[in-house]
């Protein structure tokens, strides 16, 4: 139902920090959720916030990354610090009730 686009994305040095952005075409009311798909691998989730605002994240990003969403611009954010290489990936966000329908993705890529 609600289109999303994703950005924010670009190429940074390892350990350096990236706050992603996925804005949905309207009102989102329910949960939304980033995932990532790196070069040759299946697309992996990476971070969920519901929509009391509860957060959840795999444990290659724990402590990393933080996702956090603003209700009022349809937003949610992904601020991504301490970036390593493995973290190099096409991100993608997705929303409740449509969870795996997705935007066109923003690549970040974590190089030297």
């Known amino acids: 139902q609600v289109q999303l686009e994703e950005s924010g994305g670009g190429l940074v040095q390892p350990g350096g920090s990236l706050r992603l952005s996925c804005v949905g075409s309207?009102?989102?009311?329910?949960?939304m959720a980033w995932y990532r798909q790196a070069a040759g691998k299946q697309r992996e989730w990476v971070a969920q916030?519901?929509?009391?605002?509860?957060?959840t994240y795999a444990d290659s990003v724990k402590g990393r990354f933080t996702i956090s969403r603003d209700n009022a611009k349809n937003t949610v954010f992904l601020q991504m610090n301490s970036l390593k290489v493995e973290d190099t990936a096409v991100y993608y966000c997705?929303?409740?009730?449509?969870?795996?329908?997705w935007g066109q993705g923003t690549q970040v890529i974590v190089s030297s």
């Open positions: 997705t929303a409740s009730p449509n969870f795996g329908s």
């Open positions: 309207r009102r989102i009311f329910g949960a």
């Open positions: 916030i519901s929509s009391s605002g509860a957060t």
